[in-house]
T-cell receptor, first 113, second 114 residues
Framework: EAQVTQNPRYLITVTGKKLTVTCSQN?????MSWYRQDPGLGLRQIYY???????DKGDVPEGYKVSRKEKRNFPLILESPSPNQTSLYFC????????????FGPGTRLTVT | AQSVSQHNHHVILSEAASLELGCNYS??????LFWYVQYPGQHLQLLLK??????LVKGIKGFEAEFIKSKFSFNLRKPSVQWSDTAEYFC????????????FGTGTRLTIIP
């Protein structure tokens, strides 16, 4: 089954404790992206990757890092999480055709206390 | 940069009522338009998309949307809603240049009363 998976689905952590949210897709997609969803703000792009070893900032990259060492994986790293990073995070991927939709993972609900 | 506006933040309807959710975008060039739905506790699913051709597009679950280029609009419609349509609906746009990010509207929460 074609899908995007994320782990963990739920995470409660404390300020300053480094964490990684994993994202994996099995559709051989080149384009992958991370979004955060906040009430009243919709979804905003954090980082994206056009291909392996090619990443760039989206609209709200502060406090986040990413890496793309292989095509299927695109982890999101919070080196020193803060409470304002409490949010719902979605990973997405898209195939080579520009008009195809992006496929979203199930989401990771992160709470930073 | 492109932006998307969804003016209805929360819509409450009775079952069998007709639905229209507004979506306007701002971008001077060619756009691809999408409606996504997020059921409670679930991830986003594509309802329908427009990239060219017939401006009236049909999607899943009886939804349709009409692209009106002169009004920069892509409104979502359904003639008769069901309780199971209760969800949050997001309009989104991409362009054919640069980062292929989806720019989302802030969403419309739809509540259907049985």
């Amino acid at each position: 089954e074609a899908q995007v998976t994320q782990n963990p689905r739920y995470l409660i952590t404390v300020t300053g404790k480094k964490l990684t949210v994993t994202c994996s897709q099995n559709m051989n997609h080149e384009y992958m992206s991370w979004y955060r969803q906040d009430p009243g703000l919709g979804l905003r792009q954090i980082y994206y990757s056009m291909n392996v070893e090619v990443t760039d900032k989206g609209d709200v990259p502060e406090g986040y890092k990413v890496s793309r060492k292989e095509k299927r994986n695109f982890p999101l790293i919070l080196e020193s999480p803060s409470p304002n990073q409490t949010s719902l995070y979605f990973c997405a991927s898209r195939g080579p055709d520009r008009v195809r939709e992006q496929y979203f993972g199930p989401g990771t609900r992160l709470t930073v206390t | 940069a492109q932006s998307v506006s969804q003016h209805n933040h929360h819509v409450i309807l009775s079952e069998a009522a007709s639905l229209e959710l507004g979506c306007n975008y701002s971008y001077g060039g060619t756009v691809n338009l999408f409606w996504y739905v997020q059921y409670p506790g679930q991830h986003l699913q594509l309802l329908l998309k427009y990239f060219s051709g017939d401006p009236l597009v049909k999607g899943i679950k009886g939804f349709e949307a009409e692209f009106i280029k002169s009004k920069f609009s892509f409104n979502l419609r359904k003639p008769s809603v069901q309780w199971s349509d209760t969800a949050e609906y997001f309009c989104a746009v991409t362009t054919n240049f640069g980062n292929e990010k989806l720019t989302f509207g802030t969403g419309t929460r739809l509540t259907i009363i049985p």
